[in-house]
C-alpha cells in the first residue's frame, strides 16, 4: 500500500515541497543571520512547509528552535506554555516538559535528569508548585528564547504562526505592544511570523503606529514555476509506474494555476481515480475525473471563504461578474463601491490585475466554483 503519492492537508515535508528551494535558502540566511523576517498570504499556499523546513535546516546547522501555532492555542496561559515547552524541547528533547515536570504521579525515573537539566533557568519552584500568575508566566515565556540562547551559547529561531491571532488568543491587542517590548531586547534569537490574514500582517509590520513596524523584512512569497510542478509531477507518477506526458501535465497545471494545494489535491485525485479503475496511463478523462472530484472537496473551503467575503458589500456580484468575464462596472452600482470591493478582493488575494487592467482569479477554481454556484 503506498502512502499518499500527494499529500494534501497540512505542512510537508522537504520531498514534496516543489520549487522553493532558493526561497528556503534565503530565509535560512537570512533567519541564521539574526534578521526576522515576516511572510504573509492566504491559506494553503505553503507558508508552513516552508517555515518547518527552514526550522529543520537551521537546528542541523546547531541553532536552537521553537515554534509556536497561534491557530490552536486559545487563552494566554497556553500560549505562555507553548512558548516554554518549545524552548525547553531545545535541552530536554521532550515535547511537553511543563506536563512532564507536573505530573508527580507519573514521577518518571529520568526525573531528576530533566530537573538539573533546567536548573539554571530559574523557574524551578515557583513554576512547578502551584499555579503562577499567568501574567507573570507570559513574561517569562517571552524572555525565556533570549535566556536559553544566551545560557547555551546558541543562536536561537522562533517561529510564530498564524500570528495575526495573537490578539485573539490572549483576548488584548496590546499583545504586540509587549511582545515587541521583550523581543526588541533579544541579541540572539530571531523571529519568524507568519500570517495568513495579509490585511492585518503588513499593517502590524508596516505602519509606522503599530508594534511590529521595522521589526522585521517582509518577503513575498514566489510562485512556483510551471516547470518545476511539470518536473515533480512526472516524478511522482513514475514513482508508482503511471504514465504522464508532459502536455497532460500542463493541462492540469492550467486548470489549477499552479495553485500549491489545488495542484496536490487535483493529482491526488486522479491518481486515486486510476487506482480504482486499475489503469496507469494518465488520460483527459482521468484530469478530467480528478478535477471535478477536486473541486467538490474544495467547495468546502470555498464556501467558508465566500461566506467571509461576502460580509462586504457587492462582493458577490464581482466575483460573479470577473468569473463569467463580464464587466467588473455595471451602471446600477456607485463605482466607488465596486472600486472598494476589487480593492478588497485584491487585498485578500483573490484576484489580481493582469497585463492589461482586467481582473483574473488567482485560483482557477475559486473562479470555476463561483461559475458553477450560478449555473
Ligand atoms: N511548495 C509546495 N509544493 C507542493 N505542494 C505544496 C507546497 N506548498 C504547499 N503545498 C500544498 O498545500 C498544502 C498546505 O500547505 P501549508 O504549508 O500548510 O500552507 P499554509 O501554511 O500556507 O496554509 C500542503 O498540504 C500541500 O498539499
Ligand atoms: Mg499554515
Not at 242 to 255: A, C, F, H, P, Y
Not at 311 to 323: G, P, T, Y
Request: aromatic share 10%.
Amino acid at each position: 500500500m503506498p502512502g499518499k503519492l500527494f499529500p494534501v492537508g497540512g505542512p510537508v515535508s522537504e520531498k514534496d515541497i516543489v520549487d522553493r528551494e532558493d526561497f528556503i535558502t534565503s530565509l535560512q540566511i537570512r533567519l541564521g543571520d539574526g534578521q526576522s523576517v515576516m511572510l504573509a498570504g492566504p491559506r494553503r499556499i505553503g507558508k508552513t512547509s516552508i517555515a518547518y523546513e527552514v526550522l529543520r535546516r537551521l537546528k542541523e546547522q546547531g541553532f536552537y528552535t521553537a515554534s509556536v501555532d497561534f491557530f490552536r492555542l486559545s487563552n494566554k496561559r497556553e500560549f505562555a506554555v507553548s512558548l516554554i515547552n518549545a524552548c525547553l524541547e531545545n535541552r530536554t528533547g521532550i515535547r511537553k516538559t511543563l506536563d512532564v515536570l507536573k505530573d508527580r504521579a507519573k514521577a518518571i525515573a529520568g526525573m531528576a535528569k530533566l530537573t538539573i537539566k533546567l536548573e539554571d533557568l530559574e523557574f524551578g519552584f515557583g513554576f512547578l508548585h502551584g499555579e503562577p500568575d499567568e501574567n507573570a508566566l507570559l513574561d517569562y515565556a517571552l524572555d525565556l528564547p533570549e535566556i536559553l540562547a544566551t545560557r547555551d551559547g546558541r543562536n536561537m529561531v522562533v517561529l510564530f504562526d498564524e500570528f495575526q491571532d495573537a490578539s485573539r488568543v490572549v483576548s488584548q491587542e496590546e499583545i504586540y505592544k509587549k511582545m515587541r517590548s521583550h523581543f526588541q531586547n533579544h541579541k540572539n534569537v530571531s523571529y519568524l511570523f507568519l500570517g495568513s490574514k495579509e490585511g492585518i500582517m503588513k499593517a502590524l509590520f508596516s505602519n509606522r503606529k503599530e508594534a511590529f513596524y521595522r521589526f522585521a523584512v517582509i518577503l513575498p512569497i514566489p510562485p512556483i514555476p510551471e516547470d518545476s510542478w511539470v518536473t515533480y509531477i512526472t516524478r511522482k507518477f513514475a514513482e508508482q509506474n503511471i504514465e504522464v506526458d508532459s502536455e497532460i501535465t500542463r493541462g492540469i497545471l492550467q486548470k489549477t494555476g499552479g495553485h500549491p494545494q489545488d495542484t496536490m489535491l487535483v493529482c491526488s485525485e486522479i491518481y486515486y481515480a486510476l487506482l480504482e479503475a486499475g489503469k496507469n496511463t494518465v488520460t483527459p478523462k482521468f484530469v478530467q475525473l480528478g478535477y471535478d472530484r477536486a473541486l467538490l472537496i474544495l467547495a468546502q473551503i470555498y464556501d467558508e471563504i465566500l461566506d467571509e467575503l461576502s460580509q462586504k458589500s457587492h462582493v458577490r456580484e464581482v466575483l460573479k461578474r470577473i468569473a463569467a468575464g463580464n464587466r467588473v462596472y455595471s451602471r446600477k452600482a456607485n463605482p466607488n463601491e465596486i472600486k472598494r470591493a476589487l480593492d478588497y478582493l485584491m487585498a485578500k488575494a483573490i484576484i489580481e490585475k493582469d497585463g492589461r487592467g482586467s481582473y483574473r482569479f488567482v485560483e482557477p477554481m475559486f473562479q470555476e466554483y463561483i461559475l458553477g454556484e450560478h449555473r
